[in-house]
């Protein structure tokens, strides 16, 4: 049990577009979902936490604006990159949570390259 | 600033050894603490998360917690090539709805 999905594994696109990702989780309901950040050989950064229904919360330094997060069902977040540029070709990955959880559960991650 | 600080290595270990991986934190309010290992180019997966003080066991992982000291460490016996990855500490004030803080891990290489 406890299975988050991402969507796509891996995209790629021109700088100047935007770019969409998915996370799901699968079955369980998510109350609370995080988006995290991982550059090569660097660690997880936490870029903002969503709860349902609500605006999400960022981190100190992550633009709101260009990171659009879509928390409209408890099994449901949406990361939007927008206007991509090169400098944001990373790793990103979702996990997700409920009240009551002790842990997070990580979706598998999205492989952004913008070219 | 809150920070989770562990020896990025390499760590490296005879296959069928002890490794004992390290990690201290700074807010003392933090009360969950995790473990995750993570290969190259995959997400992390979780091993094992500590609330208490001292030592909890799973298999060949034991994890421990010393909250006077604020530390924290992982020891996997019976090591093999397939630990061989970059483990991840992290810690939060408690519950899996909390935001937890990832330290920069520790790249372990298990040799045969």
């Known amino acids: 049990g406890a299975v988050v999905s991402q969507h796509p594994s891996r995209v790629i696109c021109k700088s100047g577009t935007s770019v969409k990702i998915e996370c799901r989780s699968l079955?369980?309901?998510?109350?609370?979902m995080f988006w995290y950040r991982q550059f090569p050989k660097q660690s997880l950064m936490l870029m903002a936490t969503?709860?349902?229904?609500?605006?999400?919360?960022?981190e100190q330094g992550v633009e709101k604006d260009k990171f659009l997060i879509n928390h409209a069902s408890l099994t449901l977040s949406t990361l939007t990159v927008t206007s991509a540029h090169p400098e944001d070709s990373s790793f990103y990955i979702c996990?997700?949570?409920?009240?009551?959880?002790?842990?997070?559960?990580f979706g598998p991650g999205t492989r952004l390259t913008v070219t | 600033q809150k920070e989770v600080e562990q020896n990025s290595g390499p760590l490296s270990v005879p296959e069928g050894a002890i490794a004992s991986l390290n990690c201290t934190y700074s807010?003392?309010?933090?009360?969950?603490f995790f473990w995750y290992r993570q290969y190259s180019g995959k997400s992390p997966e979780l091993i094992m998360f500590?609330?208490?003080?001292g030592d909890k066991e799973d298999g060949r992982f034991t994890a421990q917690l010393n909250k006077a000291s604020q530390y924290v460490s992982l020891l996997i016996r019976d090591s093999q090539p397939s630990d061989s990855a970059t483990y991840l500490c992290?810690?939060?004030?408690?519950?899996?709805?909390?935001?937890?803080?990832f330290g920069s891990g520790t790249r372990l290489s298990i040799r045969p």
């Open positions: 807010d003392r309010g933090s009360q969950s």
């Open positions: 992290a810690g939060g004030p408690g519950g899996g709805a909390s935001k937890i803080i």
């Open positions: 969503s709860n349902e229904g609500s605006k999400a919360t960022y």
């Open positions: 500590i609330y208490s003080n």
């Open positions: 996990s997700a949570s409920d009240e009551g959880f002790y842990e997070q559960y």
């Open positions: 079955d369980f309901q998510a109350t609370t």
